[in-house]
């Protein structure tokens, strides 16, 4: 999960500096161009190319690392884990050759490793690695700068996730309120913060609590120049989800119409889009309009063969 941008400047400056081999370049902006495009085992196919081509680095040669860091996204990218964790466990200890034990750009790597084993659901593995981030970036910038919120959120989602909802709470909290001193209305970290704190309120049973917050996060995306069809989409449905548990049917069926229409424009995944699409059927049935919530299912049936 690559957040503190910084990182990558300064190993790809560094890169250049010590040395100019075409292979490598080259391997990596296929790779990476690849799994922009959604083409992740093709992109891990250009990352191994690249990884070979780094075997003749120096030890403490930054390119190596970010070789294997990109490796584990495009592995990431299809649900691969086990993969992974190999993969950013080699990028981070190629990082702390290359940078130090102590320097906060390791938050990244750690970050990275964490989202594994969070994916994974380990979140006994995770947590160690989000504290040593969260003690490396407090340290260097700041408790209340933007690379500190990015860590705070991340340990807060894990906490959330992994159902210590009370350990998940003054994290959140802090994250979103670090986030509404330092960030722009429509950066959409801080919709993704206030989403989180919706998650959790969903999750202590005060459902009015979350709506609110969900309102707000659709409103931040929605006027965000940030925001991709997806991101509005995402929005669209936690929304109309809280809406269905507070008995307000009617207005979620119109943001699941809404956020179907993304999702197909978007080309969402079929898994996805087969899961709205029972979702609303389920708000239609609520409605009593069986003959449009049985077409919808149909639907949802025929993307999931």
Known sequence: MKRILGLAAVLL?????????????????????????????????KFRDALREAESFE????????????????????????????????????????????????????????????????????????????????????????????VVADLGALYLRWGKLAEAEPQLKRALEIREKTLAPGDLDLADSVTDLGDLRSKQGKEADAETLYQRALDLVEKSKEAADEDRAGALLDLAESKAKLGKDADADGLYKRAVELQEKAQAAPSERADTLEAWAAVLRKLKRETEAAALEEKAKTLTK
Request: glycine fraction near 6%.
């Open 13 to 45: 400056g560094a890169a250049t500096a010590r040395a100019d081999d075409a292979g490598w370049d080259k391997a990596l902006d296929e790779g990476e161009k690849l799994l922009e495009a959604g083409k992740a085992a093709e992109a891990e196919s």
């Open 59 to 150: 030890a403490e040669d930054p390119r190596r690392a970010m070789t294997l860091s990109n490796l584990g996204d495009a592995q990431m990218a299809q649900d691969k884990y086990a993969n992974a964790e190999e993969s950013y466990k080699q990028a981070l200890s190629a990082y702390e050759t290359a940078l130090g034990a102590d320097d906060p750009d390791l938050a990244d790597p750690l970050a990275d490793l964490a989202w594994v084993y969070r994916r994974w659901k380990k979140y006994a593995a995770a947590e160690p690695l989000l504290k040593r981030a969260l003690a490396l970036v407090e340290k260097a910038r700041g408790a209340a700068s933007a690379e500190t919120a990015e």
